[in-house]
């Protein structure tokens, strides 16, 4: 089992940033790679940006340029950076481990951006 708790939600204004953490605890060397989602109510959850073990990311196009996902193994965090914020990605956003067979998610941490 992995546990998955994120914080760093909030209200900023567009343009400006906020930074998302993800601690995982539990059987954290079954990871295989995490990954940020985002939902807005009436949506589906939407894949915002992945980092695998060996540090390859991936990123929707909604927020290349802007956001940037990085992971600090020796605190077992996962983190999102977020920049030049839109009021678009104005949702809740979820961190989401994969462990092969299994999967985990976050209870999530609400972003809001205001115009």
């Known amino acids: 089992q992995v546990q998955l708790v994120e914080s760093g939600g909030g209200l900023v204004q567009a343009g400006g940033s906020l930074r998302l953490s993800c601690v995982a605890s539990?059987?954290?060397?079954?990871?295989?790679?995490m990954r940020w989602y985002r939902q807005t109510a009436g949506k589906q959850r939407e894949l915002v940006a992945g980092?695998?073990?060996?540090?390859?990311?991936n990123y929707a196009n909604s927020v290349k340029g802007r956001f940037t996902i990085s992971r600090d193994n020796a605190k077992n965090t996962m983190y999102l950076q977020m920049d030049s914020l839109k009021p678009e990605d104005t949702a809740v956003y979820y961190c989401?481990?994969?462990?092969?067979?299994?999967?985990?998610w976050g209870k999530g941490t609400l972003v809001t951006v205001s115009s």
């Open positions: 980092i695998a073990n060996g540090g390859s990311t």
């Open positions: 989401y481990a994969n462990l092969g067979l299994r999967a985990y």
């Open positions: 539990g059987s954290i060397f079954s990871i295989i790679d």
